[in-house]
């Protein structure tokens, strides 16, 4: 993890510092941007390996950059607030951040989290391609493809989905508690165990309509399988 390049998204130029201060001791690479429009530029030019994105940010705000983000890249987001309206936006994490702190925060647990988010994304990246009857996830590019009648049909997942998928297709007979789901493939809070639910639920729903019967089945008082063993 050491020479990671984080973009620090905020128009605060003391809280920046203090990110940047921080980061740097722990071995990353830092680049500094103050709004919305900045931030993509750098982005697209520079790659970095994780954003810290500050929600209140001038000309476009860190969920409009967040949603241009995730039309086109994967890179692992880490939301910034203070407002409490934001944090009913962020508490789903719908929208496809990794994770979010709340200001006034402690510099050193952002960079846990830092760490953290990375272990977990770069983890994912280290297989290459694992496969399950007709179902083949690639883990470098985030791509799930549906091998049916001879053609190779892209499934469209969202973030939060393909980690789910990818974690469990390494186990496919493995019975997972929604609570190790969560901590294995979304950010960590009891809040949102439920969400879970919601999906796995659009991942079967997708799989079905690509002819993929009987996967993710619940187990009452337990959690989810990927696929019953036979």
């Given at each position: ?62 969920l ?48 846990a ?7 977990r ?9 694992r ?22 049909i ?6 939060s ?61 337990v ?8």
């Amino acid at each position: 993890m050491d020479n990671n390049l984080v973009l620090i998204v905020e128009d605060e130029p003391a809280i920046a510092r203090i990110l940047e201060g921080y980061l740097l001791r722990d071995g990353f690479r830092t680049v500094q941007a103050a709004d919305g429009e900045t931030a993509l530029q750098h982005h697209a030019l520079l790659k970095p390996d994780l954003v810290l994105l500050d929600v209140r940010i001038p000309k476009l705000d860190g969920l409009g950059v967040l949603a241009r983000l995730r039309q086109t890249s994967s890179t692992p987001v880490i939301m910034v607030t203070a407002l409490a309206d934001d944090l009913d936006r962020l508490s789903g994490l719908h929208l496809g951040a990794d994770d979010y702190v709340v200001k006034p925060f402690n510099p050193q647990e952002v960079v846990a989290r830092v760490k953290a988010v990375l272990r977990r994304t770069l983890g994912e990246r280290q297989d290459s391609v694992r496969r399950f009857r007709e179902i083949e996830v690639d883990f470098s590019s985030y791509s799930v493809v549906v091998n049916r009648d001879g053609q190779r049909i892209p499934l469209s997942l969202t973030l939060s989905e393909f980690r789910i998928l990818a974690h469990m297709i390494r186990h496919p007979h493995q019975a997972f508690a929604r609570a190790d789901i969560l901590d294995a493939c979304l950010p960590e809070s009891d809040a949102l165990v439920r969400t879970v639910d919601t999906h796995i639920s659009n991942l079967r729903r997708k799989l079905e309509e690509l002819g993929q019967i009987g996967f993710f089945p619940a187990l009452r008082g337990v959690g989810y399988r990927f696929f019953d063993p036979q």
